[in-house]
Nanobody
Framework: QWQFVESGGGSVQRGGSLRLSCAAS????????IAWFRQAPGKEREGVSS???????YYVDSVKGRFTISRDDAKNTVSLQMNSLKPEHKAAYHCAAAYGDDWYLMKVTEYDVWGQGTQVTVSS
C-alpha cells in the first residue's frame, strides 16, 4: 500500500520553528513530485510548498522566506522546515505525491498519495 507517514508536528510559540518530515512507505519518491498541504479547522486543504522530482521548488506567498522544502530520495523522505511561525500557520499538515505535469499548481486533485497529517499549533 502506498502511503506517507508524517512526523514532526507539535506546539510552539509565535516565532518558533518546527521541522516536518514525511516518509514514503511502499513506493519510491524518486519519480514523484511532492507537496505539503495544510488544512485548518473549517477551511479547505491548501497547498503550501512543492518540490519536483528534479528539485524545483514552489511556495505560496504567505510562507516564502519562512518555509523550506527539501527531499532526500536516498532516504525516501521529504521535509518542511518552518521558521518564524505565526498562529495563522496552525493546521494539520499533509504531504502528498503527484506524477502529472500540473504538480506545481498544488491542487488537491493533482495528488494521488497522501499521508494522515501531523498537527501544528502556534500560540501567541
Amino acid at each position: 500500500q502506498w502511503q506517507f507517514v508524517e512526523s514532526g508536528g507539535g506546539s510552539v510559540q509565535r516565532g518558533g520553528s518546527l521541522r516536518l518530515s514525511c516518509a514514503a512507505s511502499g513506493f519510491t519518491l524518486q519519480y514523484a513530485h511532492i507537496a505539503w498541504f495544510r488544512q485548518a479547522p473549517g477551511k479547505e486543504r491548501e497547498g503550501v510548498s512543492s518540490i519536483s522530482r528534479d528539485g524545483t521548488t514552489y511556495y505560496v506567498d504567505s510562507v516564502k522566506g519562512r518555509f523550506t522544502i527539501s527531499r532526500d530520495d536516498a532516504k525516501n523522505t521529504v521535509s518542511l522546515q518552518m521558521n518564524s511561525l505565526k498562529p495563522e500557520h496552525k493546521a494539520a499538515y499533509h504531504c502528498a505525491a503527484a506524477y502529472g505535469d500540473d504538480w506545481y499548481l498544488m491542487k488537491v486533485t493533482e495528488y494521488d498519495v497522501w499521508g494522515q497529517g501531523t498537527q501544528v499549533t502556534v500560540s501567541s
